[in-house]
């Protein structure tokens, strides 16, 4: 598969470049998509929940009342479960929610992410670019120019760019990543995906 190249101006520059068939060009597993999404999305999580149970509730534990013949339940001291304010039973504690997928179940699932990308037609492809100071205006100028204004996007830089990053920092819709950090989550969770010509070359080796 092949893309034009277009400049910060949003000309094509007459240029194609090849994306990697073994990349961009298989076909989607949704399994393994579902698998890598799910343990993204239970990595971000914090498991900090705490509910206190019986034991853990400060008050008096004087049984209220006696053990038969009240007529209702057998609840013993103001703790209870039973009485307002009293502990949760089975609350929640804290946990972590992360688990394991294997090194070559979340290549296939990267994979299978850019090449969902990749048959919708939502891969923009730009020279590489920079700017002189980090400018919001410019950023903004840049995704008008790609008629990506208000539109989700990812930008994939080969490297760390500093200027770059600050440029769409305070834009919602614009997300920067590396090459090397991309994963499944993001790609699917940005609806464009704008890749510089390095980045390219990172990606075709996946």
């Given at each position: 598969m092949e893309l034009a190249v277009y400049n910060i101006k949003g000309e094509d520059t007459g240029r194609k470049i090849a994306l990697n068939d073994e990349v961009f060009g298989i076909e989607p597993n949704e399994h393994v998509v579902y698998l890598a999404v799910k343990q993204y999305l239970a990595n971000?999580?914090?498991?900090?929940?705490?509910?206190?149970?019986?034991?853990?509730?400060?008050?008096?534990t004087r049984k209220l009342g006696k053990q038969k013949g009240g007529g209702g339940a057998r609840r013993g001291d103001i703790n209870s479960p039973l009485l307002v304010g009293g502990g949760r039973v089975f609350g929640p504690r804290p946990r972590d929610y992360r688990f394991k997928l294997?090194?070559?179940?979340?290549?296939?699932?990267?994979?299978?992410?850019?090449?969902?990308?990749?048959?919708?037609?939502?891969?923009?492809?730009?020279?590489d670019f920079t700017?002189?100071?980090?400018?919001?205006?410019?950023?903004?100028?840049?995704?008008?120019?790609?008629?990506?204004?208000?539109?989700?996007?990812?930008?994939?830089?080969?490297?760390?760019?500093?200027?770059?990053?600050?440029?769409?920092?305070?834009?919602?819709?614009a997300n920067i990543i590396t090459a090397s950090q991309i994963n499944t989550y993001k790609v699917l969770d940005n609806k464009a995906l704008v890749l510089t010509e390095s980045s390219v070359a990172v990606l075709n080796e996946l």
């Open positions: 971000q999580r914090q498991g900090t929940h705490k509910a206190k149970e019986r034991s853990e509730v400060a008050g008096s294997n090194k070559k179940v979340k290549d296939l699932a990267r994979k299978s992410a850019l090449a969902y990308k990749a048959q919708s037609n939502q891969i923009t492809v730009v020279e700017f002189e100071a980090p400018k919001t205006k410019e950023f903004v100028n840049f995704t008008k120019n790609l008629k990506l204004e208000g539109v989700k996007m990812l930008l994939v830089l080969a490297d760390q760019n500093k200027n770059v990053y600050l440029s769409a920092r305070n834009i919602e819709s």
